[in-house]
């Protein structure tokens, strides 16, 4: 099987907080001193990781857990990851050698780069996470006025609105396996707005395989208008598009939108991939100090992608340069937790 499956628990923040991010209510197995923790994932057996902790720990649904000299606080089911400053300087130190190397390297390196340092703010951070106003998705469907005349472009009926971009990705997987020949879907977060149009006319590649394409438009709120054009096989430009609209629409800059079309054509998982890239925009502060929370965000959505990713996939990730790029630059950081 290919090597990448290996790449899951071993970008962990930890094993032991990381299990306990996840199970909240349960205590955890107490590792010896030194030793080399690991826990199954899927078809990944005897994937390890060494652990910072010594002790059993439980995580509260509410207030604030020790585990050793990292605190986590948990408010409203946000949490918090605090350090302490000399942990916390080696960490800036590591991910800014990480983010140099990206930045004097190829154009999808640099891209990476920008992607890790964005300063601009986005709507919303996580898929799981409330968003201001919600997120409205419209299936529109164009029908003729007349016989070989011009068109009218209709509403499927209201448009349905969602308090997640998970739950609203869930509902494009679907609305978009039935979208008609001439037909698109709209999502709308904040004053953002992406338009995935209908699959064009398929083509027939050197090898015989049939390739689609699709060009997605984003609108920004001052009027700026960008286009991005997918290439490859149907089922793959369909999950890119509904990846690369959630991530322009959430408000990650579009310099990133060649990483989410990259991942997208691998067949990865689409609300993990979002995740992936939400918790990679401004992992790195203006400051050049390291965001401990969306580290251990980037670092979970990331083994997840893994996770779920079937043989085809995972070969495809595993020769992806974004995809191995992103889990170098997550190693070199959270490397001095080790």
């Known amino acids: 099987m290919i090597k990448i499956k290996s790449l ?9 907080l990381l299990s306990a991010w996840q199970l909240p209510n349960q205590a955890l197995p107490q590792p010896t001193s030194n030793s080399v923790s690991g826990t199954n994932s899927g078809n990944n057996s005897g994937a390890a990781s060494g652990t910072i ?32 400053p000399n942990i916390q300087n080696i960490l800036n130190t590591s991910a800014q050698r990480a983010v140099v190397t990206l930045q ?22 996580r898929t799981e996470a409330p968003i201001p106003g919600r997120v409205f998705v419209i299936v529109n469907i164009i029908q003729p006025l007349v016989p070989g005349g011009g068109s009218l472009l209709t509403g499927s009926g209201q448009s349905e609105s969602f308090a997640t971009l998970a739950g609203a990705i869930k509902y494009v997987r679907t609305a978009i396996t039935t979208l008609p020949v001439k037909g698109s879907i709209s999502v709308l977060i904040g004053g953002n707005t992406t ?77 993990s991939t979002t ?47 974004e995809f191995t790029n992103i889990g170098g630059l997550l190693r070199n950081t959270r490397a001095p937790l080790d």
Do not use: H
Request: hydrophobic residues 45%; proline residues 6%.
């Open 275 to 321: 995740d992936l890239i939400l918790s990679l925009n401004g992992l790195v502060t203006n400051q050049n100090a390291v965001d401990l929370t969306k580290l251990n965000q980037a670092i979970n959505a990331y083994n997840t992608i893994v996770d779920k990713a079937d043989t085809n996939s995972l070969k495809a990730l595993n020769n992806t340069t």
């Open 195 to 271: 338009v995935i149009p209908p699959i064009q006319a398929p083509t027939l590649n050197s090898s015989s395989i049939e390739t689609v394409k699709k060009v997605v438009t984003f609108n920004k709120p001052n009027g700026e208008t960008f286009n991005f054009e997918i290439v490859g096989p149907r089922d793959k430009v369909k999950n890119a598009g509904i990846i690369l609209a959630f991530v322009l629409a959430a408000g990650v800059d579009p310099s990133a939108a060649n990483t989410a079309i990259r991942l997208g054509l691998t067949g990865a998982d689409p609300i």
């Open 104 to 125: 004097t390297g190829s154009l999808t390196q640099q891209q990476i780069a920008a992607l890790v340092g964005a300063v601009g703010p986005l709507i919303v951070n």
């Open 8 to 16: 899951i628990l071993a970008l962990s923040l930890s094993p032991l």
């Open 53 to 84: 902790f010594s002790v059993p720990v439980t995580l509260k649904n509410g207030g604030t857990t020790k585990f050793g000299n990292i605190t986590v606080t948990n408010s409203g089911g946000i949490f918090k990851i605090t350090v302490p």
